[in-house]
């Protein structure tokens, strides 16, 4: 079974200050992981996935997450947060003995506050 | 690319009214997700086809949904009849070979009154 907690269900950050977005997983087999976005009234869009090469992730518009297997956690981090960041974020984590099944957690809503 | 696109973007239907929402994947995708979001249980998969074979129902929620894959550009889920419970953002994603990425759509809001 795999599972995936994400630490905050709201974060607010100011304009121009890091952003970090905690997810913590469980899986029993070697996980693929990933951080989704989603924006008001929109799908969800691929942020960054890690698929065991390298632990230390980039993704688009700023976001990296590294995958620590010790603490079996996922963080999201950016250096400087933009206002177009202002959305909710979704960690998502597959495997598990399936090929498709993915298990998201229950997102983090993040507010830019100018 | 034109991405995964879905229809309707938002569906507003009575009680009993049958419902159906319309997915097209990525050209080169075989596979095709059908997913439901609500506040309460966040995002459930409901459906999963591979090369326009459904391979895993287990979570569609009871026999007034369906869905179908008739070929490899086109997939439908119908709810018939709907009920006010069923109001939810229904996505479609799709991906390319096992293992893959899954790409979302932009969803379709249905409004159930």
């Known amino acids: 079974a795999q599972s995936v907690t994400q630490l905050d269900s709201h974060v607010s950050v100011s304009e121009g200050t890091p952003v970090l977005l905690r997810c913590n997983y469980s899986s029993s087999y070697s996980p693929s992981l990933f951080w989704y976005v989603q924006h008001p009234n929109k799908g969800l869009q691929l942020l960054l996935k890690?698929?065991?090469?390298?632990?230390l992730v980039k993704g688009i518009n700023g976001f990296e997450a590294e995958f620590k297997k010790s603490e079996t956690s996922f963080h999201l981090t950016k250096p400087s947060a933009h206002m177009s960041d202002a959305a909710e974020y979704f960690c998502?984590?597959?495997?598990?003995?399936?090929?498709?099944?993915?298990?998201f957690g229950k997102g983090t809503l993040l507010t830019v506050n100018p | 690319d034109a991405g995964v696109i879905q229809s309707p973007r938002h569906e507003v239907t009575e009680m009993g009214q049958e419902v159906t929402l319309r997915c097209k994947p990525i050209?080169?995708?075989?596979?095709l997700f059908w997913y439901r979001q609500t506040m309460m249980r966040g995002l459930e998969l409901l459906i999963y086809f591979n090369n326009n074979v459904p391979i895993d129902d287990s979570g569609m929620p009871e026999d007034r949904f369906s869905a179908k894959m008739p070929n490899a550009s086109f997939s439908t889920l119908k709810i018939q009849p709907s009920e006010p419970r069923d109001s939810a953002v229904y996505f479609c994603?799709?991906?390319?070979?096992?293992?893959?990425?899954?790409?979302f759509g932009p969803g379709t809001r249905l409004l159930v009154l």
């Open positions: 994603a799709t991906r390319r070979g096992d293992g893959g990425t899954q790409y």
């Open positions: 050209s080169g995708h075989n596979s």
């Open positions: 998502v984590v597959s495997g598990g003995g399936s090929n498709y099944k993915l298990t």
């Open positions: 890690y698929t065991s090469a390298a632990t």
